[in-house]
């Protein structure tokens, strides 16, 4: 007994913490927790919308088919599926950048326009002339300054006055786009195009081409390298992990003297900025010009590809790619079914409720439960 | 071998040459079976069709429908729709859809922001697909002849509005409620008070603009502030006069409508309206390419070519009206003008000096108001 030599002592609990093996057992059963109940969402919400396809008299079947179809299943498809994955991409990185402090910030679709807009006026001084790298960068430049500068009063009315910003980026959202209109309408109208108001085109000059061989713009590969960008900052510096303190326990992060305010309004200026370079993209390489067509929903798909990707910024470049999919075989689904235009729309709708709804099973499956071990009494 | 071996085998052979043989046999003849269909299959003319908003808007946009519901009566004919598709790269990617995974081989482009640069590029790199777009942009000089254009002169249907609405007002103050102050616009304005002024020359058109194509609050704004002063009919040129019409209704104000039939919506107070029968124009082009001819590039018209009709008359029209209406729809059908000059404008001064034929290029350049008209351009 005690104090024999010769007899083994079972090792006693101490309070290190769990053993590597034991952490990595644990992040196994989060990543399946985790698929699994996506995986749930997904499936319950593809039943229901089948119910629905049903009463309307469409096939689930052939729906499914031309979802394929539409988004994937041919190269001209799958070229329109990439085009609309990149502002996506952006978008997305605007909603999930923030959601690392906790803050949950909707209002892509303003900075998006607002940028738009911006990178437009920065071409009208050139009149379609002038050096193409300058007249890009300053394009760019103000896309980035006009998307940061709007969500970041978010995240600064947020911080110096507790305003939510889920709301306000929302209002902030039509804000920016009856701003737009106004200028659009009025004082910056191109007298050209007498039907739809618009700003003077930017020139062919400088519009960003395609990726050779394809008729996808380069927006997507720099969508893809900035998603990379901001998951290693995320993921890997100090910039991210105090983010991610904070949206953990502000007062801890706060007791740690880690500057809060400067994180929230910085990490809002850097998703303002993305969705502003979408904004960008959407000016120099698809329309030409700022108008109201800016405004066609990307900011708020942006929210559901986030979501989906459960704001993991690797995560959203596929989840963007099968979201674009899915609203680039919207036309096709709406001429072979027959169904309204709203269809799609609908479809997205349901997975985003159904993917929130689901946010309330995680840690309820006892199966996905990590053991307590015994020094947590 | 044996010679039983051998028989086994032979056996065996004939059994698989018959087994092969028959199912040969029984391929060709399902395939020989499925030709018609095959052929017909390709035979069938697939129309792709394109809206700037949605198929039921009682305007613009459902006057194409209406036409694509007839297109589909017609056999061998498949046609795919698509609605709420913007002005911008957006119809570039669903016409280039319709083509590429529907087949499609004409193309039809209903709002007027479609065909600059859009559907003109897309004519270029589909030289074997028909591109029709609503309005008389074509010029050959400067597009492909695979593209082309469709029209139907509307301000027709508002004479003969303006007719029906002279002789059904009591306050001899009519209200029309206009989108933009382009050329387009104003000769249908023109057209309705010229229309109401030769029935009845002491009333009045009183005008407001909204500002753009489909403002439905200012619309409804517009309604009420012309009902409050006094007019007791409402006409329109926007979009979609659902909003107009209804808000007629509601303060039981008569109406006319446009683009398409609104009787439904207003059962008391509809008198007629200026429908543009696009249909006239689908089937032209579905039978010629059936039979393998060319397409015209332009096809325009009003009553004289059947691209213009008026809505059958509602509870709105008194039996004065309706033969007064009826009477200018022969006299345009017969070509009978509408601009028989002098006519001045509404500030005085003459603006049309001779007689217009209803064609005339001088007309597309309307730039006032005639005389009768309460509103300005600015």
């Known amino acids: ?377 | 071998m044996t010679n039983d071996d051998w028989g086994n085998e032979m056996e065996k052979q004939m059994n698989r040459r018959k087994f092969l043989t028959l199912s040969g046999a029984g391929a060709m003849g399902l395939a020989a079976g499925m030709l018609p269909q095959l052929a017909s299959a390709k035979e069938k003319l697939t129309i792709g069709i394109v809206y700037v908003g949605a198929r039921d808007d009682f305007g613009w946009n459902q006057s194409h429908a209406v036409a694509a519901q007839a297109l589909r009566g017609l056999p061998n004919v498949n046609v795919v729709e698509e609605e709420n598709v913007p002005e911008t790269i957006a119809v570039r990617k669903t016409m280039e859809s319709m083509i590429q995974l529907d087949g499609a081989s004409l193309i039809l482009g209903t709002s007027f922001g479609y065909y600059d640069p859009y559907m003109v590029d897309l004519a270029r790199a589909y030289p074997d697909v028909q591109f029709r777009h609503a309005s008389k942009l074509w010029d050959p000089s400067k597009a492909p002849n695979n593209l082309g254009g469709f029209f139907a002169y509307r301000d027709q249907g508002h004479y003969v509005n303006g007719v029906a609405a002279g002789l059904s007002t009591k306050t001899n103050k009519i209200g029309y409620v206009a989108a933009k102050p382009i050329g387009l616009v104003l000769r249908t304005i023109n057209s309705f008070t010229l229309g109401v002024r030769k029935v009845n020359p002491n009333a009045t058109v009183q005008l407001i603009f909204t500002g753009d194509w489909s403002l439905p609050v200012r619309e409804a704004e517009a309604t009420n502030a012309l009902i409050s002063s006094g007019c007791d009919v409402i006409a329109c040129h926007v979009d979609s006069p659902k909003v107009v019409v209804q808000t007629a209704e509601q303060h039981g104000v008569k109406s006319c409508g446009h683009n398409t039939s609104q009787a439904v919506l207003a059962p008391k107070g509809f008198i007629t309206g200026a429908e543009a029968k696009w249909e006239t124009a689908y089937k032209a082009y579905a039978i010629d390419i059936a039979a393998g001819r060319k397409l015209p590039n332009l096809i325009f018209g009003g009553y004289d070519k059947d691209l213009v009709a008026s809505t059958p008359f509602g509870a709105g029209a008194t039996e004065g009206a309706r033969k007064a209406a009826l009477q200018a729809i022969a006299d345009l059908k017969a070509g009978k003008p509408v601009y028989v000059g002098p006519i001045r404008n509404n500030t005085g001064k003459i603006v049309i000096d001779k007689t217009y034929g209803n064609y005339d290029p001088f007309l597309e350049q309307t730039t006032y108001l005639v005389e009768g008209v309460h509103g300005s351009i600015a």
């Open chain 1, 1 to 377: 007994m005690a104090g024999d030599p010769t007899q083994t002592i079972p090792q006693p609990v101490t309070a290190d913490g769990p053993s590597d093996r034991d952490a990595r057992f644990v992040q196994i059963k989060q990543w399946a927790e985790l698929l699994t109940i996506s995986a749930l969402a997904v499936l319950g919400a593809a039943v229901v919308f089948s119910l629905l396809l049903l009463v309307l008299g469409a096939s689930p079947g052939e729906f499914l088919a031309l979802l394929w179809r539409g988004g994937f299943g041919t190269w001209f498809s799958l070229q329109n599926t990439l085009v609309r994955a990149a502002p996506l991409i952006f978008t997305a990185l605007a909603v999930a950048i923030p959601a690392q402090l906790g803050l949950v910030i909707i209002g892509g679709e303003g900075a998006l326009v607002l940028g738009g807009f911006a990178a437009a006026c920065a071409a009208l001084p050139f009149h379609g002339g002038g050096s193409v790298p300058f007249v890009m960068a300053a394009m760019i430049a103000s896309a980035l300054a006009a998307g940061g500068l709007w969500i970041g009063i978010v995240g600064a009315l947020r911080h110096f006055r507790g305003v939510n910003e889920t709301i306000s980026s929302l209002l902030m959202s039509y804000l920016a786009i009856a701003v737009m209109n106004y200028f659009v309408d009025g004082p910056l109208r191109d007298p050209a195009s007498p039907i739809k108001s618009s700003t003077l085109p930017i020139g062919d000059a400088n519009m960003v081409g395609n990726i050779p061989g394809t008729s996808v713009h380069w927006g997507l590969v720099v969508a893809i390298a900035l998603a990379s960008a901001s998951w290693v900052l995320m993921r890997r510096t100090t910039f991210g992990f105090a983010a991610r303190l904070t949206g953990g326990n502000v007062r801890a992060a706060r007791a740690q003297g880690l500057p809060v305010g400067g994180l929230i309004i910085t990490a809002c200026a850097l998703a303002g900025a993305c969705a502003g370079f979408a904004g960008y993209f959407e000016v120099a390489a698809v329309q030409g010009r700022a108008n109201a067509s800016l405004a066609t929903g990307y900011g708020f798909s942006g929210i559901l590809v986030s979501f989906l990707a459960r704001h993991n910024a690797l995560a959203i470049v596929p989840v963007a790619i099968l979201v674009g999919g899915i609203s680039a075989a919207g036309g096709l689904i709406q001429r072979r079914l027959d169904l309204p235009d709203a269809t799609v729309l609908v479809l997205q709708g349901i997975v985003f409720v159904f993917l929130l709804v689901s946010e309330t099973l995680y840690g309820r499956f006892a199966v996905f439960r990590s053991k307590r071990s015994p020094s947590d009494i």
